[in-house]
């Protein structure tokens, strides 16, 4: 299930949607597993710990729950370009004019207001290619 589009303006068209990818999200997943896995069996390690192999397991465990739990929302908010906003999950409407940057940032784009608000577009798979997308919409 993708966020409904919300009612449009008169004259305002959909150039864009960015939907969640699911690979991008489970990559996500497993890169935040592997990394906070390791951190966790080096410290139990540094603590002298007899069996620091529960700290990557422990993670790994705990990563994979949230992963499982959050999967159904995050992979429904899509993004919605119009030639006026960008409409977003929760009521999000940024106006075009408003937006001074979007940029990749790791598999998502940040997007950033003039008014210094700062949003996500998560788990998108061509995280380069939306932000610039955004730019040419914004002109």
């Known amino acids: 299930m993708t966020t409904p589009l919300p009612p449009l303006d008169p004259g305002e068209q959909v150039l864009a949607s ?3 990818d699911r690979t991008t999200y489970l990559r996500a997943h497993l890169i935040m597993a ?3 896995g390791a951190a966790a069996g080096v410290a139990l390690v540094v603590m002298g710990n007899p069996y620091p192999v529960t700290g990557p397991l422990g993670a790994a465990a705990a990563i994979g729950l949230r992963a499982a739990y959050l999967a159904s929302e995050a ?3 899509t993004w919605h370009l119009t030639n006026r906003r960008l409409l977003g999950p929760r ?3 940024l106006p075009l004019a408003q937006i001074t940057h979007a940029r990749p940032f790791l598999g998502a784009v940040q997007i950033i207001t003039r008014s210094g608000d700062k949003h996500l577009i998560k788990y998108l798979a061509d995280a380069p290619a939306a932000a610039a997308r955004i730019l040419l919409a914004r002109g």
């Open 18 to 20: 960015f939907a969640p």
């Open 91 to 93: 009521g999000h409407s």
């Open 75 to 77: 992979l429904s908010d």
């Open 34 to 36: 592997v990394a906070l």
